[in-house]
């Protein structure tokens, strides 16, 4: 583990994603389970979303406004 620690971040997210997408979706949807009230958050801001996409910001706008980009 503390080898894949040193690879650089581009290597480590790519190692991260690629473990992710190795599991089954059964896996993957126990590995973060939602509460009704978080699902139900989640599905208004993407009804949100799909009504305005336009009031969306770009991550870069995102940490620009937070002070951290």
Known sequence: MSDLLQLPQSERLALA???WDSLD???RDG???LN???CAELDRRWTAH???????LGWDEV???LGIG
Do not use: F, Y
């Open 50 to 56: 799909l009504s305005n996409p336009d009031a969306a």
């Open 17 to 19: 994603i690629a473990l």
């Open 25 to 27: 979706d059964e896996v």
């Open 36 to 38: 009704p009230d978080l």
């Open 31 to 33: 590995a973060l389970p």
């Open 63 to 65: 940490r620009s406004q």
